[in-house]
């Protein structure tokens, strides 16, 4: 398929209030896409409908060729998340942890921990408590354990959000590792738009529940062509309009 997912005119509103705005997206399989957009914007609203999470409240939603909005469920065991802050036991070690995901999964799952561990950088890590870690260690764990399911498709809600610079690049470094080692489709939102850029095949600016524009690899890293001055200008035109 050449896009894994799809939208068409999405619009989601709570109340009165509409959160999404005719949102028409094109992810394109096994690529990265990077949705960027200020806190507010409509970002994890998008990825909920997306894991199904909350319904949309008109338009289309095609992913892994499975029709959201007709009720379908069985696309989300291909899909590994991590939306807003993870959640662990904080008294239990990463390796119970881990296997308790594994129960809801499938047991056979439970082999892969250290091979999971080993690829997002937390090798030998097994035995320690949930509260010794870093938030750091913290975001790459709660990625390794959405890749527990052997996704075909990841969905990651500012997995760098209040990360320092190092883990910020670490985590950069695994979700390229990720795409690239193991053809895993990923869709990733954040406000930070260097890094968005650096990792990003394409590139979704969303404002005010508005996707404004979709902008390839080939034109956001051209040397003449600024993605934060693009970014910037389009939102004061859209806030114009």
């Given at each position: 398929m050449e896009y894994i997912i799809q939208t068409k005119n999405l619009t989601k509103s709570f109340g009165d209030k509409e959160i999404l705005k005719n949102i028409n997206l094109n992810v394109k399989t096994g690529k990265i896409y990077g949705l960027l957009g200020a806190n507010g914007a409509g970002k994890t609203t998008l990825m909920k409908i997306m894991l199904g999470l909350l319904k949309p409240t008109a338009g289309e939603m095609e992913v892994l060729e499975n029709n959201v909005l007709a009720g379908e469920a069985g696309y989300l065991s291909k899909i590994g998340s991590l939306i807003e802050t993870p959640v662990f036991y904080q008294n239990l070690t990463v390796k119970q942890?881990?296997?308790?995901h594994c129960d809801y999964l499938d047991e056979k799952y439970k082999q892969d921990i250290p091979k999971i561990l080993d690829l997002v950088g937390l090798a030998g890590i097994e035995d320690k408590f949930i509260k010794e870690l870093s938030l750091g260690m913290k975001?790459?764990?709660a990625i390794g354990r959405s890749l527990l399911c052997q996704p075909d498709l990841l969905i990651l809600d500012e997995p760098i959000n209040g990360i320092d610079p190092e883990g910020i690049v670490d985590i950069r470094n695994i979700l390229v590792k990720i795409n690239q080692e193991r053809n895993v489709t990923i869709i990733i939102s954040s406000h930070i738009i260097n890094e968005v850029e650096k990792i990003a095949d394409t590139v979704g600016i969303i404002n005010d529940g508005r996707l404004l524009e979709e902008i390839p690899k080939e034109v956001f890293q051209n040397e003449s062509f600024s993605l934060e001055g693009h970014f910037i200008n389009i939102?004061?035109?859209?806030?114009?309009a």
């Open positions: 942890n881990l296997e308790i975001q790459r764990l939102l004061h035109s859209s806030k114009v």
